[in-house]
Structure formats: structure tokens, C-alpha cells
């Protein structure tokens, strides 16, 4: 599944860079992530506060025009959602953590502030179960392996650094065979560096 995943964002980057290779920026960013389970039927096991976690990748931004770029990426996610546990009323996690590959549409409306758009797909690489101190590694089988989102966001550029923020809303339902409909939810937020 690993070798799966590391070919599809090697497919993703190097078909992007191909058209225009000596326009492009690379770069890296990371940040927090804020993450919940969404939808209709999820509530009774989602005590709807987000896991706080963090995301961190490569990325490249290729530009088109002087006002649209095309910026693929490939992102470490740190996903999931909080759960009480109604005994001791003590807040354990349920960690499920993606490959995320984005690719996205920048739009320029200054100088250094954009707007993105964009298709995201995950892979989920882990999930755990857990208060912080007693992780365990758990397995769902309803669970899907493969994800699919949208991505909106903002960010800004200074030299070679940018600042963003993001909204990455699930299309896909995350279990098989459930009523529940139980989608991603996560916001982003961190700092980039452009090569």
C-alpha cells in the first residue's frame, strides 16, 4: 500500500512539472490541523471537538499565468476526532492519519495573496485509539482506505516564505456498510517555504 501511495504522488508531481519545468517553485510547509468527523448520524460518537494535530509536506507551485499557478502537493495529515469516554468523562482519540495529495488551483488577486481551490485525495497510513499515554493501533474494516475532499483556502507570500489557511471538506463517507455518514473535516493553518 506504502509503495502505492509514494507512486501516485511521484505520478501527480512529475506529470505537473513536466510542462513547465523551468517555471517551477518547490517548496515545504507544515502547520496545525484541526480535525473532526462530520455528517448526519456521526454525533453519538463524536463529542464534536476537533483532535488538534499538525500536517507537514513538499509541494510545488507551477505558474501558468502571472495570475494562476497550479500547486501540487504531497502532505503528511494528522486526522481523526476526539471521543468521550462516558465512565470517567476523560477525552480519548481516535487518530487516523492520511497521506494527502492536493492539487490545486492558486489564483492571485495581489501580488503575494492567493486564493485555492482544488481535488484532494487520501490514503489513510494509520490509526490508533488513545488518551496520549496508552496508544493502541486499531483497525476499523468498515473503515475505507481511500479518501476524497475538497480543499479552500487562502494564502499569503512575503520572499520566499507564505502563510495559509485551508478548509478541506469531505466528500466521501470514511465506513462501509454504516448509516452513519461520517465525513472528514479538517482546517489547516501554517507556514511554507518556496525554493
Known amino acids: 500500500m506504502k509503495k502505492s501511495i509514494l507512486f501516485v504522488a511521484a505520478m501527480v508531481l ?24 462530520s455528517g448526519d448520524g456521526f454525533s453519538d460518537f463524536n463529542d464534536e471537538s476537533a483532535r488538534t494535530a499538525y500536517h507537514l509536506g513538499l ?13 501540487p502537493e504531497v502532505l503528511y495529515s494528522a486526522q481523526g476526532f476526539d471521543i468521550i469516554r462516558r465512565e470517567d468523562n476523560a477525552d480519548i482519540e481516535h487518530q487516523l492519519d492520511y497521506i494527502t495529495v ?7 488577486v495581489t501580488n503575494g495573496w492567493s486564493f485555492e481551490a ?8 494509520n490509526e490508533q485509539i488513545g488518551d496520549g499515554d496508552n496508544d493502541i493501533d486499531f483497525y476499523d474494516e468498515d473503515r475505507k482506505e481511500l479518501d476524497m475532499s475538497l480543499g479552500l483556502g487562502t494564502s499569503f507570500k512575503f520572499n520566499n516564505f507564505f502563510l495559509y489557511g ?30
Not at 482544488?118 to 497510513?125: A, L, S
Open 102 to 108: 492536493p492539487v490545486l488551483a492558486k489564483l492571485y
Open 59 to 71: 509541494l510545488a507551485e507551477v505558474p501558468v499565468s502571472d495570475r494562476f499557478s497550479i500547486q
Open 118 to 125: 482544488g481535488p484532494q485525495v487520501g490514503f489513510v497510513v
Open 166 to 195: 485551508r478548509y478541506n471538506a469531505g466528500l466521501t463517507n470514511i465506513y462501509d456498510n454504516t448509516a452513519a455518514d461520517a465525513k472528514n473535516s479538517v482546517i489547516q493553518a501554517g507556514i511554507g517555504l518556496l525554493f
Open 14 to 37: 512529475s506529470t505537473t512539472f513536466a510542462a513547465a519545468q523551468e517555471y517551477v517553485y518547490f517548496g515545504i510547509k507544515g502547520g496545525v490541523n484541526f480535525s473532526t468527523i
